[in-house]
């Protein structure tokens, strides 16, 4: 009987690939999700991924929308991995603003309106992770 009780200890998947990264309102508790541009991960298996100009793509993709100074949280889906560095910094046309990101891990989006790429970097002790989304403030 005791063999049966054990085999539901091993019969469990963890996922070892680099995380989903979504935005959350916490007001609303909507999220969106980034998508993954550059990506040097090393866990389960190595994961690479490299987009020579992420500013480009991340235009490309669909645009998020946001209210000026609206408060985000970033979540991950998954976080088998310990959190050594994580940076969030918005370009608008070739100019990069580093965004103050809180102990939570929210922040807020600039006051001033416009058409953003969002940059999101996560060093882990698992690898790197590099996150855009086209964001639109308005």
């Avoid at 909507?30 to 298996?45: A, F, G, R």
Wanted: overall charge negative.
């Amino acid at each position: 009987m005791s063999v049966f009780t054990l085999t539901g200890c091993f019969g469990e998947e963890y996922d070892f690939t680099p995380p989903t990264v979504l935005l959350s309102d916490p007001n609303t508790l909507e999220s969106v999700k980034l998508i993954e541009t550059n990506i040097d991960w090393n866990s389960d298996k190595v994961y690479k991924k490299v987009t020579e100009d992420y500013v480009a793509f991340a235009k490309s993709q669909e645009p998020l929308h946001f209210s000026s100074k609206q408060k985000v949280d970033i979540e991950f889906d998954s976080q088998d991995f310990a959190v050594e560095e994580l940076s969030v910094a918005v370009w608008e046309n070739d100019k990069q603003i580093e965004l103050e990101l809180h102990d939570d891990r929210s922040f807020y989006f600039p006051k001033e309106k416009g058409k953003y790429v969002l940059e999101v970097q996560l060093i882990s002790d698992k690898g790197n992770a590099q996150y855009v989304g086209n964001i639109i403030i308005e």
